[in-house]
């Protein structure tokens, strides 16, 4: 009988993922403009064909066609009054549901949410600046990586054991610590939100409630998958999964500054 698998097998092929990642995406970041467009539509074209494939079971055809379009799209947005971004967006997903012949809630609550959150980067490194983005993969980042060591070494109650098995709250709350340093960080060292250190709290509970909201996209992501019946959304990133396995947590993070953007 062969020994059980480590818990902390997968660590160095996650290690090297994330740095190739991070080291292709920080240039991507920082050349802005329609580098960072193209790039961001082709992550989203990838992930909408991840989807299309969990959902119907092909990953050929039509969810290669859905998957063009859609990150083709994402590159137009960028140049087209706001105003007609979400009926563009939702024009997509009506457009995929009839193509993939798909029309589970699943599609229709979750490819919006992929759509809106590359629209919602874009829209912060061209309106808000390198800065602000920055901010915002830190703290999904911190709260992944704290979240994922906390969970391991600490273990505990699970978060939400019938939609996430592997989830504690030893890990989610260490996440959303992770994520206040970062909003400390960013506020003291760069004063990207406010000049007077006072002013630091506020900067940290929004840390903390954006990486509430990535760790609420990791649980959307994970019931799709539990429902769907697979353990990765695909195999394109050694030891990560997929993008939407990688990139779940940027989604919803995402996804709510936008929302609070609109609304402020």
Avoid at 37 to 59: A, P
Avoid at 64 to 92: D, F
Avoid at 133 to 156: H, K, M, N, P, T
Wanted: aromatic share 10%; with cysteine.
């Amino acid at each position: 009988m062969s020994a059980p698998a480590s818990k902390w097998s997968d660590l160095w092929v996650r290690v090297a993922s994330a740095v190739a990642m991070l080291a292709i995406g920080g240039a991507e970041v920082w050349l802005g403009g329609l580098w960072f467009h193209s790039f961001v539509g082709l992550i989203i074209g990838l992930m909408m064909w991840e989807l299309v494939r969990m959902l119907t079971g092909d990953g050929h055809g039509r969810a290669v066609q859905i998957g063009v379009l859609s990150g083709a799209v994402m590159v137009a947005l960028n140049y087209v009054p706001g105003i007609v971004v979400l009926p563009v967006i939702l024009g997509i997903v009506a457009v995929g549901a009839a193509l993939a012949r798909t029309y589970r809630k699943s599609w229709l609550l979750y490819a919006p949410m992929v759509l809106l959150s590359g629209y919602a980067l874009c829209w912060m490194r061209d309106g808000l600046g390198i800065e602000f983005l920055i901010w915002l993969l830190c703290v999904v980042i911190a709260s992944d990586v704290c979240g994922y060591f906390a969970g391991r070494l600490l273990g505990g109650p699970k978060f939400w054991p019938a939609v996430s098995p592997k989830k504690t709250w030893s890990g989610t709350v260490a996440g959303w610590i992770g994520a206040a340093l970062v909003g400390l960080y960013f506020t003291h060292v760069f004063d990207v939100f406010f000049d007077e250190p006072a002013r630091a709290v506020p900067v940290m509970v929004f840390s903390v409630l954006v990486a509430l909201a990535a760790q609420m996209g990791d649980i959307a992501e994970s019931a799709i998958k539990r429902r769907v019946g697979v353990k990765d959304s695909s195999s394109l990133i050694p030891g990560h999964g997929g993008l939407l396995d990688r990139f779940d947590a940027l989604i919803g993070a995402s996804v709510v500054v936008l929302a609070l953007g609109v609304v402020l």
